[in-house]
């Protein structure tokens, strides 16, 4: 499969484990909010699944939030190291880019925040819809555009003044109508795309800084600058971000968007759409109709 490599796989895995070692789940509040929004969605879903898949969420939060909903019977938890995997929910090694899950296996996969870090998006995505069984169900969560906005302005401005130029240091976030996009091309049926905001307060950029850290989501683009940065940089990183993104109490504000998206394989219990001219009614009118009630209205 041919692959733009964007991201450091291995360095992004090596930063996660680190964070999880060092900083255990002191940083899951993203996580977290995203769990209980999963749990809230699929509360909406009026069906049950045999087999769940909880896809690359690195905890075990969006698990225990299938668990809560009571929408599945067997939850499968899906991790690239078995460090991730702690806990009593059934689990596979594997690297989410290379599912080891048979076509037409699988009732409901779900992911959380893991699939914005993914070299071939569009290539797991279709190998997410083929392990679905007809009428699976894919529901997960992405970091979007808007995400971190404040940061990538700030590293840019900083970066701009102090060294004459700038590199990419905050990761590419993906648009909701791109998603939608990737949904239909991997062959989902009904896809659905929204977007979830949150702006997240701080005393300053480097208690943002240490949360990242906490989350292992340091700098991983292949195309980053390995030219080690001074105390001054990132003094500057601050000072302009409280320059120009602080509240009147002196706290920062940092945005955090996921991208929701859900889609189905196909079945063909589906709605389909309607085929082109096999309307019964024509917009005109219909257009016509309502000029008339409004003319016998006045």
Known sequence: MDR?????????????????QQHGSSADFLLARAADDLEERLSAVERKFDVAVDLASHTGLAARALQRSG?????????QDARFLVGAFPAVVADEEILPLKPASI????????????????GTL???RRALKPDGLFLGAMAGDNT???LRECLLAAESEIYGGA?????????????????????????VTDIETYTVRYDSAFALMRDLRAMG??????????????????MRVAEIYAERFSDPDGRIRATFSFIWMSGW?????????LKPGSAKASLADFLKDVEALEKKQT
């Open 4 to 20: 733009h490599q964007v991201f450091d796989r291995n360095l992004l895995l090596t930063r996660r484990l680190r964070a999880l």
């Open 71 to 79: 929408k599945a019977t067997t939850i499968v938890r899906v991790e």
């Open 107 to 122: 009732d409901l996969i779900v992911s959380l925040l893991s699939l914005h870090l993914t070299n071939d998006t569009p």
């Open 126 to 128: 279709l190998q997410i």
């Open 148 to 150: 971190l906005t404040e």
């Open 167 to 191: 590199s990419p240091r905050v990761a590419p976030f993906a648009d909701v109508r791109d998603v939608g996009g990737l949904l239909q091309r991997a062959g989902f049926t009904l896809p």
């Open 217 to 234: 989501m340091q700098n991983a683009l292949l195309g980053r600058s390995r030219k080690p940065l001074s105390r001054h940089f990132f």
């Open 265 to 273: 394989a196909a079945h063909e219990s589906q709605q389909k759409p």
